[in-house]
């Protein structure tokens, strides 16, 4: 079934997150509000082509709940939503398929919620709880490459990454809790010296040669390597959970609103008459960015934002 654009899905349903492909094509995933009143995991994943809302039959659920999702090049082009107990869906490019990251002798054994994924060089690469990261080789291949970062078997410590992101396979970086920041440099995980020890959820390696980590409490960092400074925020408190670079420059999420880097201080976005009750996440490609939100998606092209749903 198809049903053209309109504002009739946030009554029934709310936005988890998404990714934008191209500036006509994009792809959302989506719960039940009664559903998850129920206490049912779930998630649907829904196409937005050019207008035009694709959307599957009831039976089309995913029994698992989308904590993240991105756009790979390698082996084919393609979404890839990810659950929080490493259930993959892929879709696009005339495929769609589930896959697994492997747990047990072959994976990173009870070690965790995952909890973000990313795209470096076109290959997906997903981070969670107790520093665990994976890489994926192929279709249905994914492997885990923790080598450094991997806590001491007797370790209590509650710690993990939030979020991934990569200039190069030699040069990733991911953050998480305690303000911790790694950086994979093709062989293994070195930890570097972070200015903070609040949870960090968001990266971006930037088209301006600098990573950006964000956080709770408005934390917002910049750095690369081993040197990292924490660009002090005059207005900006609430927790920050998406960082997206688009048209040269940097913006930020919070459920409050979406801000703009201006002169090292976030400044909020005017939507203009397409106000937003919430935001959350950002996703830029292609000429746009979206800004998705559980009863929001609008879309800016640099000059106008533009409500999707």
Known sequence: METSLAKQWTHLFSYVTGVVRYNDLAYVA??????????????YVTEWDAGTWRVGDDDDALPWDVVSAI?????LEQALFLGSRGQVLMLGSGDTHEEQLPDGEDG???RGDVRGVCTVDGIAYACGMNRKVYKRHDENDWRAMDAGARPPAESEEVVGFEAIAGFSSKEIYAAGWN???WEFGGKKWVQRDSP????????CCAEDDNVYIAGQGGTLLRGRNANWEVLEQDAVEEDLWSLAWFDGELYASSNLGVYKLVNDQLTL???GDEQSASCFHLSAADGVLWSISAKDILAFDGQTWTRID
């Open 196 to 203: 903070t020890n609040l949870i960090l959820t968001a990266i």
């Open 30 to 43: 989506s719960v039940s509000d009664e559903m998850r009143n129920n206490r049912i995991t779930h998630s």
């Open 179 to 181: 303000g911790e920041i």
């Open 108 to 110: 990173i054994e009870g």
């Open 71 to 75: 756009v790979v090049q390698e082996p």
């Open 269 to 271: 976005v005017d939507f």
